[in-house]
């Protein structure tokens, strides 16, 4: 079962910035969230990975909140080619103590022109 | 060169017959993962192995046997094809098992008819 909730599909337009919510209720202490990116007929790409406050690299921000149950994804100045389907993953450990993500639907983003 | 590179593409077969997909990195990572994608976009992990050992196998039939004759190949082999297999099949690997670092491989389209 995915431990994650985000909105199913989003719109935007060329030269906006999106923001896209994760809700992760259950976290636990020692996960970690992370977001992959998916073009149709490929597999998904990481983007970004955070614990607590904010993350920055060339592609995206990552806002996670002092609870840690939520955290935000913002990709600015989005362009056509950011039409794509977002994750956000935590983590989870089986019986075993082996790690594993948790997939979601993910967000599907839509940016027009 | 590609990091994670799963062969072949598309796959279409006809019911009860047994297929198999391969796929290599070339990354140096310890662990591998088949992925299972379904019409809905649900990713969902079927197998993990680390340097060649088994160590997620998730609830998935006993007709698909995976199979790592060393740490850069992971294949699946899949008997006695069903209409319900019919998905995107993705390999990927990571370099610790962790939750961050995944390369996936472009996918395989199985359609079973």
């Known amino acids: 079962l995915a431990k994650t909730t985000q909105p199913i599909s989003m719109d935007s337009y060329e030269g906006q910035e999106v923001n896209i919510t994760c809700s992760h209720n259950?976290?636990?202490?020692?996960?970690?969230i992370t977001w992959y990116q998916q073009f149709p007929s490929q597999g998904p790409r990481f983007i970004i990975q955070g614990y607590k406050t904010k993350v920055t690299n060339e592609v995206a921000s990552l806002f996670i909140p002092a609870d840690r149950k939520s955290s935000t994804l913002s990709l600015p100045r989005v362009s056509l080619s950011d039409t794509a389907v977002y994750y956000c993953l935590v983590g989870d450990v089986n019986a075993g103590n082996n790690r594993k993500l948790i997939w979601g639907l993910g967000t599907s983003l839509a940016v027009n022109p | 060169d590609t990091a994670v590179s799963q062969t072949p593409k598309y796959l279409v077969t006809q019911m009860g017959n047994d297929k198999s997909i391969k796929c290599e990195q070339n990354?140096?990572?310890?662990?591998m993962y088949w992925y299972k994608q379904d019409s809905k976009k649900f990713l969902k992990i079927m197998f993990s192995y680390n340097n060649k050992e088994l160590i997620i196998n998730e609830t998935v039939p006993n007709r698909f046997s995976p199979k790592s004759p060393d740490k850069a190949h992971l294949n699946l082999h899949i008997n006695s094809l069903e209409l319900g297999d019919s998905a995107v099949y993705f390999c990927?690997?990571?370099?610790?098992?962790?939750?961050?670092?995944?390369?996936f491989g472009s996918g395989t389209r199985l359609t079973v008819v």
């Open positions: 259950n976290i636990a202490t020692n996960d970690y």
């Open positions: 990927a690997s990571n370099p610790n098992g962790g939750y961050y670092g995944y390369t």
């Open positions: 990354l140096g990572h310890d662990t």
